[in-house]
């Protein structure tokens, strides 16, 4: 079965720090570009970051340039969201999502294949 699984959601202060794993079983990452979303109560879907499968290229949304870092480790097959510096419209069940792309990419891609079931963020004082 494929499956992508995220982790290390929870709850954290403002001005705190969060580390999101996205694992993924029954398929290798090797050639995926992995994309990480979020949706807060009441709002649209939301591109975070994405990152290339080539040559590990990111992207960024303008509300968490310099906060958050996204990177892969390929031999585990996971990609992770560094989030520093939370605030509280960090709020939100973030989403990891991977599509089949090889080359560089300069802004978050649109479509993906397979969609994880999401992790809970709550950035609350």
């Known amino acids: 079965q494929l499956q992508l699984v995220e982790s290390g959601g929870g709850l954290v202060q403002p001005g705190g720090s969060l580390r999101l794993s996205c694992t993924a079983s029954?398929?290798?990452?090797?050639?995926?570009?992995i994309g990480w979303f979020r949706q807060a109560p009441g709002a649209e879907r939301e591109g975070v970051s994405c990152?290339?499968?080539?040559?590990?290229?990111?992207a960024y949304a303008d509300s968490v340039k310099g906060r958050f870092t996204i990177s892969r480790d390929y031999a585990k097959n996971t990609v992770y969201l560094q989030m520093n510096s939370l605030k509280l419209e960090d709020t939100a069940v973030y989403y990891c999502?991977?599509?089949?792309?090889?080359?560089?990419?300069?802004?978050?891609?649109?479509?993906?294949?397979?969609w994880g079931q999401g992790t809970q963020v709550t950035v609350s004082s």
């Open positions: 999502a991977a599509v089949r792309f090889r080359g560089s990419i300069g802004a978050i891609l649109p479509y993906y294949d397979y």
């Open positions: 029954g398929f290798s990452l090797d050639y995926y570009a």
């Open positions: 990152i290339s499968s080539s040559d590990d290229t990111t």
